[in-house]
Protein backbone atom coordinates (compact mmCIF):
# COMPACT_ATOMS: atom_id res chain seq x y z
CA UNK A 1 0.00 0.00 0.00
CA UNK A 2 1.27 3.52 -0.84
CA UNK A 3 1.77 5.63 2.08
CA UNK A 4 -1.02 8.51 2.27
CA UNK A 5 0.72 11.61 0.64
CA UNK A 6 3.77 10.35 -0.64
CA UNK A 7 3.76 9.40 -4.51
CA UNK A 8 3.67 5.91 -5.86
CA UNK A 9 3.24 4.00 -9.05
CA UNK A 10 -0.26 4.07 -11.15
CA UNK A 11 -1.88 1.18 -10.09
CA UNK A 12 -3.35 -1.27 -12.59
CA UNK A 13 -7.06 -0.20 -11.92
CA UNK A 14 -5.88 3.70 -13.03
CA UNK A 15 -3.76 2.44 -16.23
CA UNK A 16 -5.35 3.32 -19.21
CA UNK A 17 -5.44 -0.11 -21.98
CA UNK A 18 -5.04 1.40 -24.95
CA UNK A 19 -1.94 3.67 -24.12
CA UNK A 20 -0.43 0.03 -22.64
CA UNK A 21 -1.31 -1.84 -26.15
CA UNK A 22 0.06 0.79 -28.32
CA UNK A 23 3.11 0.97 -26.08
CA UNK A 24 3.31 -3.07 -26.75
CA UNK A 25 3.29 -2.45 -30.02
CA UNK A 26 5.57 0.26 -30.72
CA UNK A 27 8.19 -2.17 -29.11
CA UNK A 28 7.32 -4.37 -32.13
CA UNK A 29 8.24 -1.46 -34.63
CA UNK A 30 11.53 -0.45 -32.18
CA UNK A 31 12.81 -4.30 -33.01
CA UNK A 32 11.96 -4.03 -36.77
CA UNK A 33 14.32 -1.44 -37.37
CA UNK A 34 16.57 -1.84 -34.60
CA UNK A 35 17.43 -5.74 -35.84
CA UNK A 36 19.30 -3.85 -38.84
CA UNK A 37 22.02 -2.22 -36.21
CA UNK A 38 22.31 -5.22 -34.05
CA UNK A 39 23.25 -7.90 -36.68
CA UNK A 40 25.20 -6.00 -38.85
CA UNK A 41 27.51 -2.61 -39.27
CA UNK A 42 26.09 0.66 -38.53
CA UNK A 43 27.52 2.31 -41.71
CA UNK A 44 24.75 0.78 -44.33
CA UNK A 45 22.44 1.87 -41.96
CA UNK A 46 23.00 5.33 -43.40
CA UNK A 47 22.95 4.56 -46.96
CA UNK A 48 18.67 5.38 -48.10
CA UNK A 49 19.36 3.03 -50.85
CA UNK A 50 19.07 -1.01 -50.47
CA UNK A 51 22.05 -3.04 -50.93
CA UNK A 52 22.61 -4.55 -54.13
CA UNK A 53 21.78 -8.20 -55.69
CA UNK A 54 18.87 -8.15 -52.51
CA UNK A 55 17.05 -11.42 -52.81
CA UNK A 56 12.77 -10.65 -53.44
CA UNK A 57 12.11 -11.55 -49.77
CA UNK A 58 15.61 -9.29 -48.57
CA UNK A 59 14.02 -7.07 -50.38
CA UNK A 60 10.61 -6.66 -49.57
CA UNK A 61 11.92 -6.52 -45.87
CA UNK A 62 13.71 -3.64 -46.90
CA UNK A 63 11.43 -1.78 -47.94
CA UNK A 64 8.32 -2.28 -45.54
CA UNK A 65 10.74 -1.27 -42.66
CA UNK A 66 11.39 1.55 -44.35
CA UNK A 67 7.64 2.36 -45.11
CA UNK A 68 6.00 1.18 -41.82
CA UNK A 69 9.22 1.38 -39.18
CA UNK A 70 11.18 3.34 -40.00
CA UNK A 71 10.99 6.48 -37.98
CA UNK A 72 7.68 5.60 -37.00
CA UNK A 73 7.61 3.61 -33.87
CA UNK A 74 9.94 5.80 -31.79
CA UNK A 75 8.05 8.93 -32.19
CA UNK A 76 5.30 6.86 -31.22
CA UNK A 77 7.06 5.55 -28.31
CA UNK A 78 8.18 8.90 -27.27
CA UNK A 79 4.84 10.45 -27.33
CA UNK A 80 3.52 7.60 -25.06
CA UNK A 81 6.57 8.61 -22.89
CA UNK A 82 4.83 12.37 -22.89
CA UNK A 83 1.67 10.89 -21.75
CA UNK A 84 3.09 8.73 -18.89
CA UNK A 85 4.78 12.05 -17.53
CA UNK A 86 1.64 13.84 -17.51
CA UNK A 87 -0.24 11.01 -15.80
CA UNK A 88 2.15 11.39 -12.74
CA UNK A 89 2.06 15.31 -12.99
CA UNK A 90 -1.80 14.34 -12.47
CA UNK A 91 -1.36 12.45 -9.81
CA UNK A 92 1.41 14.30 -7.80
CA UNK A 93 -1.06 17.38 -8.39
CA UNK A 94 -4.68 15.37 -6.96
CA UNK A 95 -2.19 14.12 -3.81
CA UNK A 96 -0.94 17.54 -3.26
CA UNK A 97 2.74 16.91 -4.15
CA UNK A 98 5.13 18.39 -6.82
CA UNK A 99 6.48 15.60 -9.23
CA UNK A 100 9.93 17.42 -9.28
CA UNK A 101 11.86 15.53 -6.68
CA UNK A 102 10.16 12.18 -8.11
CA UNK A 103 10.97 12.87 -11.93
CA UNK A 104 14.06 14.09 -11.22
CA UNK A 105 15.22 11.09 -9.32
CA UNK A 106 13.31 9.06 -12.27
CA UNK A 107 15.23 10.12 -15.14
CA UNK A 108 18.44 10.06 -13.48
CA UNK A 109 18.07 6.12 -12.66
CA UNK A 110 16.91 6.16 -16.40
CA UNK A 111 19.91 7.59 -17.63
CA UNK A 112 22.00 5.21 -15.68
CA UNK A 113 20.23 2.20 -17.36
CA UNK A 114 20.70 3.79 -20.51
CA UNK A 115 24.58 4.35 -20.23
CA UNK A 116 25.01 0.57 -18.80
CA UNK A 117 22.39 -0.38 -21.85
CA UNK A 118 24.66 1.35 -25.01
CA UNK A 119 28.13 0.99 -22.81
CA UNK A 120 27.91 -2.76 -22.35
CA UNK A 121 25.23 -3.97 -24.90
CA UNK A 122 24.31 -2.32 -27.37
CA UNK A 123 25.26 1.25 -28.50
CA UNK A 124 21.69 2.22 -30.41
CA UNK A 125 20.26 2.81 -26.57
CA UNK A 126 17.02 5.57 -26.63
CA UNK A 127 16.73 5.39 -23.15
CA UNK A 128 19.27 7.75 -22.20
CA UNK A 129 17.93 10.30 -24.96
CA UNK A 130 14.32 9.88 -23.07
CA UNK A 131 16.24 10.64 -19.62
CA UNK A 132 18.15 14.02 -20.90
CA UNK A 133 14.62 15.34 -23.30
CA UNK A 134 12.16 14.57 -20.24
CA UNK A 135 13.86 16.93 -18.19
CA UNK A 136 12.52 19.58 -21.10
CA UNK A 137 9.07 18.68 -20.26
CA UNK A 138 9.28 18.13 -15.94
CA UNK A 139 10.56 21.66 -16.34
CA UNK A 140 7.53 22.52 -18.71
CA UNK A 141 4.72 19.81 -17.31
CA UNK A 142 2.40 22.44 -15.28
CA UNK A 143 1.73 24.67 -18.60
CA UNK A 144 -1.60 24.25 -20.07
CA UNK A 145 -2.25 21.81 -23.14
CA UNK A 146 -2.17 24.80 -25.31
CA UNK A 147 1.39 25.95 -24.37
CA UNK A 148 2.58 22.62 -24.36
CA UNK A 149 1.46 22.16 -27.71
CA UNK A 150 3.01 24.69 -29.15
CA UNK A 151 6.33 24.44 -27.46
CA UNK A 152 6.30 21.35 -29.39
CA UNK A 153 5.07 22.89 -32.75
CA UNK A 154 8.06 25.00 -31.93
CA UNK A 155 10.25 21.78 -31.15
CA UNK A 156 9.46 20.50 -34.51
CA UNK A 157 10.23 23.40 -36.36
CA UNK A 158 13.82 23.38 -35.39
CA UNK A 159 13.64 20.36 -36.27
CA UNK A 160 12.77 20.79 -40.14
CA UNK A 161 15.05 23.79 -39.94
CA UNK A 162 17.84 21.57 -38.81
CA UNK A 163 17.16 18.74 -41.34
CA UNK A 164 17.48 21.35 -44.31
CA UNK A 165 20.70 22.69 -42.98
CA UNK A 166 22.31 19.21 -42.69
CA UNK A 167 20.41 18.18 -46.08
CA UNK A 168 21.49 20.90 -47.88
CA UNK A 169 25.15 20.43 -46.78
CA UNK A 170 24.75 16.94 -47.26
CA UNK A 171 23.90 18.02 -51.04
CA UNK A 172 26.54 19.97 -51.37
CA UNK A 173 29.00 17.19 -50.49
CA UNK A 174 27.81 14.78 -52.29
CA UNK A 175 28.69 17.45 -55.42
CA UNK A 176 31.63 18.22 -54.18
CA UNK A 177 32.54 14.74 -53.81
CA UNK A 178 31.42 14.03 -57.61
CA UNK A 179 33.61 16.87 -58.93
CA UNK A 180 36.62 15.53 -57.21
CA UNK A 181 36.28 12.04 -58.49
CA UNK A 182 35.40 12.96 -61.97
CA UNK A 183 38.57 14.17 -63.44
CA UNK A 184 40.23 11.59 -61.12
CA UNK A 185 38.92 8.83 -63.53
CA UNK A 186 39.92 10.41 -66.58
CA UNK A 187 43.52 11.12 -65.39
CA UNK A 188 44.49 7.30 -64.65
CA UNK A 189 42.75 6.25 -67.12
CA UNK A 190 45.09 4.46 -69.85
CA UNK A 191 46.19 6.17 -72.69
CA UNK A 192 47.03 4.21 -75.72
CA UNK A 193 47.65 1.08 -73.14
CA UNK A 194 50.36 2.55 -72.01
CA UNK A 195 49.70 2.56 -68.20
CA UNK A 196 48.43 -1.35 -68.83
CA UNK A 197 52.66 -1.89 -70.38
CA UNK A 198 54.02 -0.02 -67.66
CA UNK A 199 52.15 -2.27 -65.33
CA UNK A 200 53.01 -5.33 -67.15
CA UNK A 201 56.90 -4.25 -66.81
CA UNK A 202 56.73 -3.79 -63.38
CA UNK A 203 55.44 -7.19 -62.66
CA UNK A 204 58.37 -8.63 -64.46
CA UNK A 205 60.33 -11.84 -62.73
CA UNK A 206 63.40 -9.53 -62.74
CA UNK A 207 61.50 -6.78 -60.79
CA UNK A 208 62.92 -6.63 -57.14
CA UNK A 209 60.23 -7.57 -54.48
CA UNK A 210 57.75 -5.29 -52.99
CA UNK A 211 58.72 -4.29 -49.39
CA UNK A 212 56.28 -5.78 -46.78
CA UNK A 213 53.57 -3.44 -45.17
CA UNK A 214 52.71 -3.34 -41.69
CA UNK A 215 49.07 -3.85 -41.28
CA UNK A 216 47.48 -3.33 -38.24
CA UNK A 217 46.52 -6.39 -36.56
CA UNK A 218 43.29 -5.79 -34.36
CA UNK A 219 39.94 -3.95 -35.44
CA UNK A 220 40.85 -0.84 -33.35
CA UNK A 221 43.87 -0.46 -34.76
CA UNK A 222 42.63 -0.70 -38.43
CA UNK A 223 39.76 1.71 -37.26
CA UNK A 224 42.26 4.08 -35.74
CA UNK A 225 44.06 4.28 -38.74
CA UNK A 226 40.92 5.34 -40.55
CA UNK A 227 41.18 8.87 -38.80
CA UNK A 228 44.92 9.37 -40.43
CA UNK A 229 43.14 8.87 -43.68
CA UNK A 230 41.75 11.52 -45.25
CA UNK A 231 39.60 9.68 -47.97
CA UNK A 232 38.06 7.73 -44.98
CA UNK A 233 36.48 10.12 -43.80
CA UNK A 234 34.43 10.87 -46.40
CA UNK A 235 30.31 10.65 -46.59
CA UNK A 236 27.81 11.57 -44.15
CA UNK A 237 28.43 9.16 -41.49
CA UNK A 238 32.54 10.46 -41.62
CA UNK A 239 35.28 6.85 -40.60
CA UNK A 240 31.58 5.03 -39.72
CA UNK A 241 30.25 4.11 -43.29
CA UNK A 242 34.59 3.82 -44.45
CA UNK A 243 35.20 -0.04 -45.73
CA UNK A 244 38.26 -0.17 -43.50
CA UNK A 245 36.08 0.93 -40.42
CA UNK A 246 32.96 -1.18 -41.27
CA UNK A 247 35.49 -4.45 -41.73
CA UNK A 248 36.91 -3.76 -38.53
CA UNK A 249 33.84 -3.04 -36.93
CA UNK A 250 32.23 -6.48 -38.35
CA UNK A 251 35.31 -8.23 -37.05
CA UNK A 252 34.80 -7.03 -33.53
CA UNK A 253 30.94 -8.23 -32.66
CA UNK A 254 31.39 -11.08 -34.83
CA UNK A 255 34.71 -12.08 -32.84
CA UNK A 256 35.20 -9.85 -29.53
CA UNK A 257 36.89 -9.72 -27.17
CA UNK A 258 34.61 -7.40 -25.23
CA UNK A 259 37.80 -4.63 -25.25
CA UNK A 260 37.58 -4.59 -29.02
CA UNK A 261 33.59 -4.00 -29.21
CA UNK A 262 33.39 -1.65 -26.68
CA UNK A 263 35.54 0.61 -28.73
CA UNK A 264 33.33 0.34 -31.36
CA UNK A 265 30.33 0.59 -29.48
CA UNK A 266 31.62 3.74 -27.47
CA UNK A 267 32.64 5.77 -30.40
CA UNK A 268 29.14 4.93 -32.19
CA UNK A 269 27.52 5.40 -29.23
CA UNK A 270 29.04 9.03 -29.39
CA UNK A 271 28.64 10.21 -32.90
CA UNK A 272 24.91 9.04 -32.57
CA UNK A 273 24.92 11.56 -29.77
CA UNK A 274 26.27 14.29 -31.15
CA UNK A 275 23.56 13.28 -34.03
CA UNK A 276 20.76 13.69 -31.62
CA UNK A 277 21.87 16.44 -30.72
CA UNK A 278 21.05 18.42 -34.74
CA UNK A 279 18.13 16.78 -35.37
CA UNK A 280 16.67 13.48 -33.48
CA UNK A 281 17.02 14.88 -29.56
CA UNK A 282 14.14 18.10 -31.15
CA UNK A 283 12.02 15.44 -32.71
CA UNK A 284 11.87 13.62 -29.16
CA UNK A 285 11.32 16.32 -27.54
CA UNK A 286 8.24 17.62 -29.31
CA UNK A 287 6.71 14.27 -29.12
CA UNK A 288 7.03 13.99 -25.37
CA UNK A 289 5.45 17.89 -25.23
CA UNK A 290 2.56 16.75 -27.98
CA UNK A 291 1.78 13.82 -25.63
CA UNK A 292 1.44 15.46 -22.36
CA UNK A 293 -0.23 17.89 -24.40
CA UNK A 294 -2.78 15.05 -25.41
CA UNK A 295 -3.56 13.81 -22.16
CA UNK A 296 -4.00 17.21 -20.39
CA UNK A 297 -6.50 18.34 -23.12
CA UNK A 298 -8.58 14.74 -22.00
CA UNK A 299 -8.12 13.49 -25.62
CA UNK A 300 -8.30 9.84 -23.77
CA UNK A 301 -11.34 11.04 -21.81
CA UNK A 302 -14.91 8.79 -23.20
CA UNK A 303 -16.12 12.67 -23.96
CA UNK A 304 -13.05 13.06 -26.75
CA UNK A 305 -13.29 9.44 -28.28
CA UNK A 306 -14.83 11.34 -31.57
CA UNK A 307 -11.36 12.71 -32.03
CA UNK A 308 -9.76 9.40 -32.22
CA UNK A 309 -10.87 8.11 -35.57
CA UNK A 310 -10.48 11.55 -37.14
CA UNK A 311 -7.08 11.62 -36.13
CA UNK A 312 -6.35 7.61 -37.12
CA UNK A 313 -7.55 8.95 -40.63
CA UNK A 314 -5.40 11.90 -40.87
CA UNK A 315 -2.47 10.30 -39.56
CA UNK A 316 -2.89 7.20 -41.95
CA UNK A 317 -3.72 9.36 -44.52
CA UNK A 318 -0.97 11.68 -44.17
CA UNK A 319 1.72 9.43 -42.54
CA UNK A 320 1.78 6.93 -45.05
CA UNK A 321 1.72 8.58 -48.28
CA UNK A 322 5.02 10.54 -47.11
CA UNK A 323 6.70 7.42 -45.62
CA UNK A 324 5.96 5.99 -49.06
CA UNK A 325 7.71 8.80 -50.50
CA UNK A 326 10.93 8.90 -48.26
CA UNK A 327 11.68 4.96 -48.89
CA UNK A 328 11.39 5.81 -52.23
CA UNK A 329 12.92 8.89 -52.89
CA UNK A 330 16.18 7.28 -53.80
CA UNK A 331 15.36 5.54 -56.99
CA UNK A 332 13.03 8.98 -58.58
CA UNK A 333 14.67 11.88 -57.69
CA UNK A 334 18.86 13.07 -57.68
CA UNK A 335 20.74 12.30 -54.51
CA UNK A 336 21.50 15.97 -53.72
CA UNK A 337 17.43 16.41 -53.43
CA UNK A 338 17.03 12.99 -51.54
CA UNK A 339 20.02 14.37 -48.93
CA UNK A 340 18.03 18.00 -49.04
CA UNK A 341 14.79 17.03 -48.24
CA UNK A 342 14.32 13.38 -46.83
CA UNK A 343 15.23 14.27 -42.92
CA UNK A 344 12.00 16.42 -43.41
CA UNK A 345 9.98 13.92 -44.73
CA UNK A 346 10.89 11.75 -41.94
CA UNK A 347 11.24 14.12 -39.34
CA UNK A 348 7.46 15.34 -40.52
CA UNK A 349 6.21 12.37 -41.53
CA UNK A 350 6.40 9.69 -39.27
CA UNK A 351 5.53 11.65 -35.95
CA UNK A 352 2.36 12.19 -38.14
CA UNK A 353 2.13 8.46 -38.95
CA UNK A 354 2.52 7.78 -35.32
CA UNK A 355 -0.42 9.43 -34.25
CA UNK A 356 -2.59 7.21 -37.02
CA UNK A 357 -1.33 4.03 -35.32
CA UNK A 358 -1.98 5.31 -31.49
CA UNK A 359 -5.70 6.29 -32.43
CA UNK A 360 -6.45 3.07 -34.44
CA UNK A 361 -4.88 1.07 -31.57
CA UNK A 362 -6.41 3.17 -29.28
CA UNK A 363 -10.42 2.24 -31.41
CA UNK A 364 -9.42 -0.95 -31.93
CA UNK A 365 -8.79 -1.26 -28.17
CA UNK A 366 -11.91 1.01 -27.59
CA UNK A 367 -14.21 -1.63 -30.01
CA UNK A 368 -13.57 -4.33 -27.86
CA UNK A 369 -12.39 -6.44 -31.25
CA UNK A 370 -9.43 -8.61 -31.17
CA UNK A 371 -9.47 -8.13 -27.11
CA UNK A 372 -7.03 -11.01 -26.60
CA UNK A 373 -4.70 -9.15 -28.96
CA UNK A 374 -5.10 -5.81 -27.74
CA UNK A 375 -5.01 -7.52 -23.97
CA UNK A 376 -1.94 -9.42 -25.04
CA UNK A 377 0.35 -5.91 -26.40
CA UNK A 378 -0.84 -4.19 -23.51
CA UNK A 379 1.15 -6.68 -21.11
CA UNK A 380 4.14 -6.26 -23.27
CA UNK A 381 3.73 -2.37 -23.07
CA UNK A 382 3.58 -2.63 -18.81
CA UNK A 383 6.80 -4.22 -19.15
CA UNK A 384 8.23 -1.79 -21.99
CA UNK A 385 11.41 -1.37 -20.14
CA UNK A 386 12.81 -5.04 -19.47
CA UNK A 387 11.36 -6.39 -22.83
CA UNK A 388 13.14 -3.29 -24.61
CA UNK A 389 16.29 -4.53 -22.63
CA UNK A 390 15.57 -8.34 -23.42
CA UNK A 391 15.62 -7.36 -26.85
CA UNK A 392 19.19 -6.14 -26.93
CA UNK A 393 20.19 -8.86 -24.35
CA UNK A 394 18.61 -11.82 -27.15
CA UNK A 395 19.51 -10.34 -30.31
CA UNK A 396 23.06 -9.35 -29.45
CA UNK A 397 23.15 -13.18 -27.95
CA UNK A 398 22.33 -14.31 -31.07
CA UNK A 399 25.01 -11.98 -33.39
CA UNK A 400 27.82 -11.16 -30.96
CA UNK A 401 31.08 -13.33 -30.26
CA UNK A 402 29.66 -13.78 -26.59
CA UNK A 403 26.64 -15.90 -28.33
CA UNK A 404 26.12 -17.54 -31.73
CA UNK A 405 28.75 -14.75 -33.64
CA UNK A 406 26.04 -14.21 -36.75
CA UNK A 407 27.25 -10.70 -36.93
CA UNK A 408 26.96 -9.90 -40.82
CA UNK A 409 26.26 -13.46 -41.36
CA UNK A 410 22.48 -13.07 -41.53
CA UNK A 411 20.04 -11.71 -44.59
CA UNK A 412 16.97 -8.97 -44.30
CA UNK A 413 14.66 -11.17 -44.31
CA UNK A 414 16.19 -13.57 -41.64
CA UNK A 415 16.64 -10.58 -39.09
CA UNK A 416 12.74 -10.18 -39.71
CA UNK A 417 11.92 -13.80 -38.68
CA UNK A 418 14.19 -13.16 -35.70
CA UNK A 419 12.41 -10.33 -34.45
CA UNK A 420 9.05 -11.99 -35.00
CA UNK A 421 10.32 -14.85 -33.23
CA UNK A 422 11.51 -13.01 -30.04
CA UNK A 423 8.86 -10.88 -30.17
CA UNK A 424 6.09 -13.85 -30.06
CA UNK A 425 8.08 -15.20 -27.03
CA UNK A 426 8.03 -11.91 -25.05
CA UNK A 427 4.48 -11.70 -25.36
CA UNK A 428 4.15 -15.13 -24.47
CA UNK A 429 6.64 -14.28 -21.01
CA UNK A 430 4.94 -10.82 -19.99
CA UNK A 431 1.54 -12.80 -19.92
CA UNK A 432 2.66 -15.16 -17.85
CA UNK A 433 4.82 -12.73 -15.90
CA UNK A 434 2.14 -10.89 -15.01
CA UNK A 435 -0.35 -13.06 -13.75
CA UNK A 436 1.95 -13.46 -10.52
CA UNK A 437 3.87 -9.97 -10.47
CA UNK A 438 2.47 -6.48 -10.48
CA UNK A 439 5.36 -5.16 -12.35
CA UNK A 440 8.39 -6.62 -15.11
CA UNK A 441 11.51 -7.44 -13.70
CA UNK A 442 12.91 -4.12 -14.44
CA UNK A 443 9.80 -2.01 -13.86
CA UNK A 444 10.32 -2.90 -10.11
CA UNK A 445 13.89 -1.71 -9.88
CA UNK A 446 13.23 1.34 -11.50
CA UNK A 447 9.79 2.51 -9.16
CA UNK A 448 11.83 1.03 -6.39
CA UNK A 449 14.88 3.09 -6.92
CA UNK A 450 12.48 5.81 -7.83
CA UNK A 451 10.26 5.94 -4.60
CA UNK A 452 13.04 5.01 -2.31
CA UNK A 453 11.05 1.72 -1.09
CA UNK A 454 10.58 -1.89 -2.15
CA UNK A 455 7.32 -2.09 -4.25
CA UNK A 456 5.18 -4.98 -3.99
CA UNK A 457 5.76 -6.99 -6.43
CA UNK A 458 3.77 -10.42 -5.55
CA UNK A 459 0.13 -10.39 -6.37
CA UNK A 460 -2.20 -11.02 -3.88
CA UNK A 461 -3.64 -14.98 -3.99
CA UNK A 462 -6.69 -14.04 -5.93
CA UNK A 463 -6.36 -10.98 -7.17
CA UNK A 464 -7.38 -10.30 -11.15
Known sequence: MAIPGTLAPVPESARINAIDAARGFALLGIFMVNVGMHGDVFGPFL????????????????????????????????????????????????????????????????????????????????????????????????????????????????????????????????????????????????????????????????????????????????????FGDPTQMQGVGGPLTSPVWMDAEREAYRDGPFKQAFFFRAVTFASMLVFCAFGFWWNVAAMFLFGAAMLKAGLFEPRNHHWHKRLAILGLGIGLPASLLYASLPTIAPMWFFLLFANVLMMVGGPILSLGYLCAITLLVRSGAARTVTDALAKVGRMALTNYLLQSLLATGIFYWWGLGLFGETTKSERVGIVLGIYAAQVAFSVVWLRFFRFGPMEWVWRSLTYLRPQPMLRRAGAV
Open 47 to 226: DPNPPQGLSTPDLISHYFVKVFCEGKFYPLFSLLFGVGLAIQWQRARAGGRSLVGTGLRRLFILAVFGLAHALLLWYGDILFIYSTTGMLLLLLINCRARTLALAGAGMMAVCVALGLLFGAMGALQADALTADRAPAMVETSPADGESAAIADEALTPDSPPIPETHEPRTPIERAMAV
